[in-house]
Structures are given as structure tokens and as C-alpha cells.
């Protein structure tokens, strides 16, 4: 694939004009530089932007600068750009040392392993070496922070102020300031001298950055390895050990160093941060079983390890291997900051690479992800309940507990009382117990504990087991409140509590879900479909691959074959759905649509695979094709019930909901993709 930069010149002619003037030296242009490959435009602005090629906003192209040709996926990259995104962010923009031409010369290493045109990357140096480029210095690190160009940090030590928590600057800020020094109202057309949306030179002069800054060699010098509190970066000098570390780390980077070499006292302190970096920050979404420490670092001293560094033909230091499952990977000499960052980064994405699913823009899961579960909370008649209930104990021969039934929440012993009465009560008449326990679990988490763990008789597991055994007797306000409680046993606080708790009853728990999401009853639709919706939002949360860093560890032996079940039960629903057409229900369709794309999300293919199987696919097109014919419906009556306010706002709730089912329906059909 081809790798391009574009060249901008924010200025418009007006620094090759006037900088011979103002700076004492010719200028040619306030450079703005982006990457363009895999048919897009890649730049450093408001955090990493991207555009059509041609059509940002920065003005007519001046150049476009071959780069070369890059080997590597379209998905690897994006993956390294989509992790960039927390380095690369607006309020770390400097318009002399971090702006979009490190941030060109970073990718274009990634890409091809060489940086943009130095004339380019050197320009603020260059700028900053004029008196006039001297007289703007503290105006600058006012704006944006200290500068690695200023030479004498003392005398500016009051125009810095510390920046965190402040909003980026604008594009007006400097411009304005600009501007009034120059005394040249005009000049607030040098997007460079300005223009933060373009972020080259000054804003155009962030533009003339050079890479970041690395340490002196007399600096570097005084660093040692072992000051680093965590060793990321371990000394290896025996042939034998760095080969059983190659045989049992599948990433190793590895820095031969000499402690006479001038330039290795300058990079090996940022090979040690770097490796360090990598295994703080690298998480790549949706890989399982990611190393706490996903890379290796090795320093060998060649002085010293002798026959290692003769194994492997060192000639000179530095040298950087990596190596990838035991095997070299490649291979570098030199300091060259750019280049080893860009190898480390080549080589984590590699080894572990982001699951398929990371490329696909999931916004409605997301928002999915990170909403409450659904949970019936609304109070019931419980004077009502009471009496029913305590008529169906008196009629079966039930032991009922005024005390425990008066102060539920307060009296000991009203788990027992509760617990024998879903034990013993005929299946039909549990509906009012149930209730109360419903009502229960959302008030008091440790009533959820208690019948979810702690319930000597498993009362919760009898009443499922009852259900299953007698579909046909238990009646339908039994298999409500069932379903209602269910629904309320998951909460925010702890999604993993229901999942760890019902591991010895999923087959029960299963067959009740399964049972009623094709019920010819609405009710029972809806409250199984709400049910099974929970559980997805719970895997979909504690799944080590969706988020490594906050999976719980209750959830680590979590069974992928139990959501194959419930994803086979699903479509079958979906399809069941799908086949009403027009006469489907939008609130159970959204549920179902979203709880399978939430079991699918960053799961093992095999799921996905079981899921197309099944004709997932097809019963989600023929859904959404039902849904567009009913949106372009209805929105061509709302021009006839323009009298009718109340009429137009149902219909227009009406086709909102429809076009979010749509949508979502469209991101589980990316996802299912993936296997096609």
C-alpha cells in the first residue's frame, strides 16, 4: 500500500514573503504535513483526525511526498492508530515540540520505517535560532508549556504556567497574540501563526517540531536500569538464559550495548522507557489472556556477554533485535529514537494482534455496555400480596411467620420463612412470594446473596426446576415474577454476582429463558427478553476480552459454550420475531438484537460462527427490511396527522425506535461478519 505526506502551508505565501522581514532569515512556508494511506487522510489536530484525501481543511496541497510503500494490514494499523489516540490528544499539542509533524514523522516510521523530510521536522529549531523567534519564546511557553527550545528556562520561568487541567489553546489565542505583536491585523491569516485546527508550523509553527527530545549522552549517563522501581527491562549475559527467555516470552525486544559507546548511553534510557510504556499501556481490545507484561526487554552488555553477542554476528552497538515466538523479527543499528519505537510498536501489534471486532465503529452497544441493567422496581399492593399469600399458606399447610411477614427486612428469620414458602407453596400460587422477593433483592443486596448463594434449600433453583417440570400448571403470573425477579438479581454494582452464583443451575436457568422467549404470550416475551438481555450486558462486561484491564476475576472461568446456548436461543427468537413482520413487538426485537450483540462482541469467533449457522444474518436483514418499510410509513403519514400533536409525537417515538433497532441491528450484522 501506497504511504504518502501532504504538505500545507498554513501561511498561504505569506512566510515565504515575509519572513526574510520579521525573522531575519527566509522561511519558505508554516509547514502542516499529513499522512494519507489506505485511501484516507491521517492527521494531528483535535486529538488524530481524519479526512477525505484532499478535502482537509488546512488549504491547497503544496506537495505530496512518496513515502513508500508500507507491508503492513490495514487492521494492524489501525489498531496502533486507535491505541496513538490516548498519546496523541489535544491537550498535549505543543506548537514547537508535539504537533502534527512528530506526529507525521512517528507514523510514517511505523509505516515504511523512515521519518517525513527533516527540513520539515526542523523548522521550529530553525524559527526559534532568529531573534524574532527568541522575542515570541515566552508568549509561547505561556500558551503551551515549556519548550525544549528554550535555552535559559530561568528567565522564562513565570510566562509557563502549569497547563493541567486547562483547555487546550485556541487557534484565536495565538493568533490574537500573534497578531498584536506584528502590529499586522493580516496576519491572523497564517493559519501556522495560528489556525489550531490545522495544527502545523505555529499552529503552522508546531510545524516545525522535530521528533521529541532524548535525553544527553552526559545525562543519560547517570541513569542506570536498576532505578526504575519496575524491571521491564532485564540484563542477560549468558547464552543459554536468552535463549530459554526467547522459548518462554512470545515478544522480546533486545538492546547489545556497550558501556563505551557514546551513543548507547543516550538511547538505552529510552529503550527502558519505551519497554516500559508498552507494558503499562498495551491493550489491544478483544485479546484474551494478554501477559501482564506483554513485551520483554533484554539488555546485553557485549563487553561482558561475549559469546551471546557472537551468536548473534553484533557488530556494532547499538543493535535492536526483536524476536517473535523464539524467531527474529527484525533487526536495526543505531539511536534512532523514531525507529525503535516504531519497531517495539510493530512488534506488540504483530504478536498480539486486536480482536476483528476492534475495527468496527459499535456505538450502540457501547452505549449498551455501559447503561444499568433492566430491573422492575415498581412497588407492588404488598397488604394485597400478604393476604394472598398468606391464604395460600394457611390452604396448603404452610407454617407462616406474622413477625417475619410484618418486618421483613428487619425481623431474623424472614429468609427461612420465605425460603420454605418457595419451597413448599404449589407452583401456581409462588406468584405473590415471588413478588415480595422481587421487591427484596432491589432493596437489600444481601437478600440477592442470599438466594442467589447462601439459601440452604436453593429455593430460587426449586422454584426454576417447578417451572420446568410443570409449564403447563405453573401459570403465567408464577413465570412473570420469575422472569421479573431474574431481571432484578443483576446490578451495576456487581454484574458478575448472578452468572458466578447460578454456575451449578445454568441448565435450569437456560431452559426457563429459552422457554419463554418463544411463548406465545407477550408478556412472557418481553420479561425473557429483558432477562436474557441482562445476562448479555453482564458477559458483555466481565468478558476478559472486551476491557483485560476491569474483567473481574469471578468471571475468569467463564463458560463461552453457555453463551453459544443462549446465542442459539436468541436467534431462534429473532427469527420467531422476524417472521411477525409488521406485527412484531420493537421492544422485544431492540432486546434480543441487543443482547446477541452483546454475547457476539469481542468473543471467540466460534460463537459468531454458530451464530451465522443458525442464520442470524438472514433473520436480521429480513427484520430490518421489515423495519425501513414501517419507518417510510410512517414517516409519510406525519404530514396527514399535522393536526394531531399527540398523533405526530407517538409516530415520531415510534420511528426513533425503530431506526436505533435498525442501527443496531446493522453493528451485530459487522460483527457477524466477521466469520463470512
Not at 454484574?495 to 454456575?503: D, E, T
Request: hydrophobic share 45%; charged share 15%.
Amino acid at each position: 500500500m501506497k504511504v504518502q505526506v501532504f504538505l500545507y502551508d498554513l501561511s498561504q505565501g505569506m512566510a515565504r514573503a515575509m519572513s526574510q522581514s520579521l525573522a531575519g532569515r527566509q522561511i519558505d512556508g508554516i509547514w502542516h504535513t499529513s499522512v494519507v494511506v489506505y485511501g484516507r487522510e491521517f492527521a494531528f489536530g483535535q486529538g488524530i483526525e481524519e479526512f477525505v484525501p484532499g478535502r482537509a481543511p488546512h488549504g491547497p496541497i503544496v506537495e505530496r511526498i512518496d513515502m513508500g510503500v508500507t507491508g503492513i494490514p490495514e487492521d494492524v494499523f489501525m489498531e496502533y492508530l486507535d491505541n496513538m489516540r490516548s498519546v496523541w490528544t489535544a491537550d498535549k499539542y505543543h506548537v514547537l515540540d508535539n504537533n502534527c509533524n512528530n506526529f507525521s514523522d512517528e507514523v510514517c516510521q511505523f509505516l515504511v520505517g523512515r521519518g517525513i523530510p527533516s527540513h520539515i521536522t526542523s523548522l521550529p529549531a530553525d524559527f526559534m535560532n532568529t531573534p524574532f523567534g527568541q522575542s515570541l519564546l515566552p508568549m509561547i511557553e505561556g500558551m503551551f508549556g515549556p519548550s525544549r527550545h528554550n535555552s535559559n528556562p530561568q528567565l522564562n520561568q513565570t510566562a509557563a504556567p502549569q497547563r493541567s487541567g486547562q483547555p487546550p489553546v485556541s487557534a484565536g489565542d495565538l493568533m490574537s497574540a500573534l497578531s498584536g505583536l506584528a502590529g499586522m491585523p493580516g496576519m491572523s491569516g497564517l493559519g501556522g501563526l495560528g489556525g489550531m485546527n490545522g495544527m502545523g508550523g505555529m499552529n503552522g509553527m508546531a510545524g516545525m517540531a522535530g521528533a521529541p527530545s532524548m535525553p544527553s549522552a552526559s545525562a543519560a549517563s547517570t541513569t542506570s536500569r536498576a532505578d526504575h522501581p519496575i524491571a521491564h527491562v532485564k540484563p542477560c549475559t549468558g547464552l543459554a538464559e536468552f535463549r530459554s527467555l526467547l522459548a518462554t516470552h512470545r515478544a522480546v525486544a533486545v538492546d547489545f550495548t556497550s558501556a563505551t559507546c557514546g551513543p548507547c548511553r543516550v538511547i538505552s534510557p529510552e529503550f527502558d522507557r519505551l519497554i516500559t510504556e508498552a507494558n503499562e499501556t498495551f491493550r489491544p481490545l478483544g485479546v484474551q489472556n494478554l501477559p501482564t507484561a506483554p513485551i520483554l526487554g533484554l539488555s546485553v552488555e557485549v563487553g561482558i556477554a561475549r559469546e551471546l553477542a557472537a551468536a548473534y554476528k553484533i557488530a556494532a552497538t547499538p543493535t535492536f533485535m526483536f524476536f517473535l515466538d523464539g524467531k527474529q523479527f527484525h533487526e536495526f543499528r543505531g539511536a534512532d529514537r523514531s525507529e525503535l519505537k516504531s519497531s517495539i510498536d510493530l512488534l506488540l501489534f504483530t504478536a498480539y494482534p486486536a480482536h476483528p471486532h476492534a475495527k468496527f465503529s459499535l456505538s450502540s452497544l457501547a452505549d449498551l455496555r455501559d447503561s444499568e441493567p433492566v430491573r422492575f422496581v415498581q412497588s407492588s399492593n404488598l397488604d394485597a400480596i400478604f393476604n394472598k399469600l398468606k391464604t395460600f399458606a394457611t390452604e396448603g399447610k404452610v407454617a407462616w411467620d406474622d413477625a417475619a411477614a410484618q418486618r421483613l427486612l428487619v425481623v431474623a428469620g424472614w429468609q427461612t420463612f420465605l425460603s420454605n414458602l418457595l419451597v413448599q407453596l404449589p407452583v401456581n400460587q409462588l406468584f405473590p412470594v415471588l413478588d415480595i422477593v422481587r421487591l427484596l433483592v432491589t432493596q437489600d443486596p444481601a437478600a440477592c446473596v442470599f438466594f442467589l448463594s447462601q439459601d440452604p434449600a436453593h429455593s430460587l433453583v426449586a422454584v426454576m426446576d417447578k417451572i420446568v417440570q410443570n409449564a403447563e400448571t405453573a401459570g403465567k403470573p408464577t413465570r412473570l415474577m420469575l422472569l421479573r425477579l431474574g431481571c432484578n438479581l443483576f446490578t451495576k454494582a456487581d454484574p458478575s454476582v448472578p452468572l458466578a452464583r447460578l454456575a451449578d443451575a445454568r441448565t435450569l436457568f437456560t431452559s426457563v429463558v429459552v422457554d419463554h422467549l418463544l411463548s406465545p404470550e407477550l408478556q412472557l416475551r418481553q420479561a425473557s427478553a429483558l432477562l436474557v438481555f441482562n445476562v448479555a450486558w453482564s458477559v458483555t462486561l466481565l468478558r476478559p476480552a472486551a476491557d483485560p484491564a476491569t474483567a473481574a476475576a469471578a468471571f475468569a472461568d467463564f463458560d463461552e459454550g453457555w453463551a453459544s446456548e443462549l446465542v442459539a436461543a436468541i436467534c431462534n427468537a429473532i427469527d420467531a420475531e422476524a417472521s411477525l413482520g409488521a406485527n412484531g413487538d420493537d421492544d422485544i426485537a431492540l432486546r434480543l438484537v441487543s443482547a446477541l450483540g452483546l454475547l457476539l462482541a469481542f468473543a471467540p469467533t466460534s460463537i459468531a460462527e454458530l451464530a451465522q449457522v443458525v442464520g442470524a444474518g438472514e433473520h436480521l436483514q429480513t427484520m430490518t427490511a421489515h423495519r425501513n418499510a414501517a419507518i417510510k410509513t410512517l414517516n409519510g403519514s406525519l404530514a396527514a396527522m399535522a393536526d394531531n400533536k399527540d398523533g405526530v409525537a407517538a409516530a415520531r417515538k415510534t420511528i426513533e425506535k425503530k431506526k436505533w433497532l435498525v442501527k443496531t441491528a446493522k453493528e451485530v450484522t459487522d460483527l457477524l461478519s466477521v466469520v463470512q
